[in-house]
């Protein structure tokens, strides 16, 4: 069997308008200063968190093997804090979660007065996105189609044929200009992902 096919470039339709970006607390620390003298700090910490990316199909197609397919992601944030999985082998109701461990981390001085408590938050921001996707792919070559007995399984015979004859309108294909078989599939991503990170420094005045 001789067959080639080519996913076209990936197409996000109908991406939800996301709701603003969610915030956590990672790490909380609180600093006291009972002396008379102003008092600096060293923060230093890290922490992680986990990125995911869900990638399913609703409309696709399968020839016996298994199919390599190349998703590009919906934009450079997602690419970058997501783990995005750019290559997946799709079977038929085939569906994928992909994780990436992120570090957050803060190295910095807190200076708090005399007679004050400063509390620091390490605080990150996390997004949503989900859109569905189109890939148009094109074949060309020859295929072989094996013919069973319906009862005994028996092998009747093989059939080698252009693969424009087998993958038809019947069987769900379109044509392009050029005579050869293409077919839309489809699918959703869902993305979780942070976005930012952010250091927030509050200060209160001690009881005397």
Not at 160 to 181: Q, T
Request: net charge neutral; charged share 25%.
């Amino acid at each position: 069997m001789v067959l080639v096919h080519v996913p076209g470039e990936t197409k996000y339709t109908l991406p939800e308008v996301p709701p603003k970006p969610t915030a956590h607390v990672l790490f909380c620390a609180k600093f006291t200063n009972n002396t008379p003298n102003q008092q600096t700090y060293t923060l230093k910490t890290e922490r992680r968190t986990r990125s995911t990316c869900e990638i399913s199909f609703v409309k696709s197609y399968t020839y016996g093997v298994q199919i390599q397919m190349k998703l590009a992601p919906p934009n450079p944030i997602v690419e970058a804090n997501a783990g995005f999985m750019s290559e997946i082998s799709k079977q038929k109701g085939y569906s994928s979660t992909s994780e990436q461990e992120l570090a957050w981390g803060v190295d910095s001085e807190i200076v708090v007065p005399s007679g004050y408590q400063t509390t620091a938050e390490l605080v990150f921001k996390e997004d949503d996105f989900r859109g569905d996707f189109e890939i148009l792919t094109t074949f060309e070559g020859k295929i072989s189609v094996s013919y069973e007995h319906k009862k005994t399984k028996e092998l009747i015979g093989t059939v080698v044929d252009k693969v424009a004859r087998i993958f038809n309108p019947k069987s769900g294909f379109s044509k392009d200009n050029e005579g050869r078989p293409t077919f839309l599939v489809k699918g959703v991503c869902k993305c979780k992902f942070g976005v930012e990170q952010s250091v927030n420094l509050t200060e209160t005045r001690l009881c005397q």
